[in-house]
């Protein structure tokens, strides 16, 4: 079984940068895709970004293109979200997330292990 643990998380000032990891325990097979989730207070959890197993393809919530930068290192096991130019609305909870194939083109509907969860506030 794969457990997902993010770290990183914290306050950062509007503008700021970063950065935020996951580490999986457990073996992740050679189609296990990784991203992010978010969801901020009294909204539904959303969608940030989803890199495939080679680190080869991502894609991006519009919301974080240009601004936020997913990468990983399969041997490793570890995703990262690199945010940089952070702004209010990134403040929520940022939710890890693996899943096969399907992952990559429909993440919302394919998530085989979620994380705990990590913070992150920007302050103004």
């Known amino acids: 079984q794969v457990h997902l643990i993010e770290s990183g998380g914290g306050v950062v000032q509007a503008g700021g940068s970063l950065r935020l990891s996951c580490t999986a325990s457990?073996?992740?097979?050679?189609?296990?895709?990784m991203g992010w989730f978010r969801q901020a207070p009294g909204k539904e959890r959303e969608f940030v970004a989803v890199?495939?197993?080679?680190?080869?393809?991502?894609k991006y919530a519009d919301s974080v293109k240009d601004r936020f930068t997913i990468s990983r290192t399969p041997e490793e096991n570890t995703v990262y979200l690199q945010m940089n130019s952070v702004k209010s609305e990134d403040t929520a909870v940022y939710y890890c997330?693996?899943?096969?194939?399907?992952?990559?083109?429909?993440?919302?509907?394919?998530?085989?292990?979620w994380g705990k969860g990590i913070q992150v506030t920007v302050s103004s």
């Open positions: 997330a693996t899943g096969g194939a399907l992952f990559f083109n429909l993440p919302h509907l394919a998530v085989d292990t």
């Open positions: 890199i495939s197993w080679s680190a080869a393809s991502t």
């Open positions: 457990g073996r992740l097979g050679p189609n296990n895709n």
